[in-house]
């Protein structure tokens, strides 16, 4: 697995090429590689997905760049402006 590839097709929007080369069985076991496709996930507007996918990275590596996304993605769905509801 290539990581410095699968990061500039993150980077230049080439998720489709980035999560082929993240495939499932590539995936397993490895906590960077669930952390990207939590990534490709956020990126796509799929929150739960990423949040699922971070959750099962942080399982593998706690200390991995996986808990900070996972805390970063809780923070935001956890936001409440309550001047957004109440015009």
Do not use: C, H
Request: glycine share 6%.
């Amino acid at each position: 697995m290539d990581k410095e590839l699968i990061l500039k097709l993150f980077d230049t929007n080439g998720l489709d090429r980035a999560e082929a080369l993240l495939t499932p069985e590539a995936a397993q076991g490895d906590a960077w590689a669930l952390y990207m496709l939590g990534r490709i996930s956020w990126k796509r507007g799929d929150k739960a997905g990423a949040i699922t996918l971070f959750t099962q990275a942080v399982a593998i590596d706690p200390a991995s760049e996986a808990a900070v996304a996972l805390e970063q993605a809780r923070t935001i769905m956890d936001f409440f402006n309550k001047d957004l509801y109440n015009p």
